[in-house]
T-cell receptor, first 114, second 113 residues
Framework: DTEVTQTPKHLVMGMTNKKSLKCEQHMGHRAMYWYKQKAKKPPELMFVYSYEKLSINESVPSRFSPECPNSSLLNLHLHALQPEDSALYLC?????????????FGDGTRLSIL | DAKTTQPPSMDCAEGRAANLPCNHSTISGNEYVYWYRQIHSQGPQYIIHGLKNNETNEMASLIITEDRKSSTLILPHATLRDTAVYYCIVRVAYRRNNNDMRFGAGTRLTVKP
């Protein structure tokens, strides 16, 4: 069981659709992350939020729009995605402050773009 | 953050110790060594981390060489459920408002009956 909950677990969408991925944690963590993982590859960092403010954007295309409405919730809004965006999207959280704080991951949303 | 090098794959017999090596020859004095694993269709799972001293928890032991240029993750009695991709990651000790973590290719460990 994971303490980071991601919904939905699976999502199939067309290239013209708008959808959102949701991530929730109740561990009091103030840093939250989005990663993208293609099949048989390691996770790649997309975004980092610290204290609900975006601190890192790894040059992610604007069709991915992150949002952190409060300290427990992280969203990833999707619009006009491409087939190559099909992947596992992972959310993680940790305490802020440095390398001594492990990240805790959810089990991801598996996204398929038709 | 320092780069890490791991063997792409390893096998281990069930019940035996699994020793997974990691090379991080460019590590700085303020960088931690982390280990995560990812079982198929799940998110990465934190295992253990350390700075200079060896560490042990209920899952594994982390042995860091004295010069800190390499480390070994030890699963003392591997089971079939330990089959996973194991990632060794180096992270700087403190970077204000910046907790990013970058994954390398990892080692695919297969535990065999």
């Amino acid at each position: 069981d994971t303490e980071v909950t991601q919904t939905p677990k699976h999502l199939v969408m067309g290239m013209t659709n708008k959808k959102s991925l949701k991530c929730e944690q109740h561990m009091g963590h103030r840093a939250m992350y989005w990663y993208k993982q293609k099949a048989k590859k390691p996770p790649e960092l997309m975004f980092v939020y610290s204290y609900e403010k975006l601190s890192i954007n790894e040059s992610v295309p604007s069709r991915f729009s992150p949002e952190c409405p409060n300290s427990s919730l992280l969203n990833l809004h999707l619009h006009a995605l491409q087939p190559e965006d099909s992947a596992l999207y992972l959310c993680a959280s940790s305490q802020v402050g440095g390398g001594n704080q492990p990240q805790h991951f959810g089990d991801g949303t598996r996204l398929s773009i038709l | 953050d320092a780069k890490t090098t791991q063997p792409p794959s390893m096998d281990c017999a069930e019940g035996r110790a699994a020793n997974l090596p990691c090379n991080h020859s460019t590590i700085s004095g303020n960088e931690y060594v982390y280990w995560y694993r990812q079982i198929h269709s799940q998110g990465p799972q934190y295992i253990i981390h350390g700075l200079k001293n060896n560490e042990t928890n209920e899952m594994a032991s982390l042995i860091i060489t004295e010069d800190r240029k390499s480390s070994t993750l030890i699963l003392p009695h591997a089971t079939l459920r330990d089959t996973a991709v194991y990632y060794c990651i180096v992270r700087v000790a403190y970077r204000r408002n910046n907790n990013d973590m970058r994954f390398g290719a990892g080692t695919r460990l297969t535990v065999k009956p």
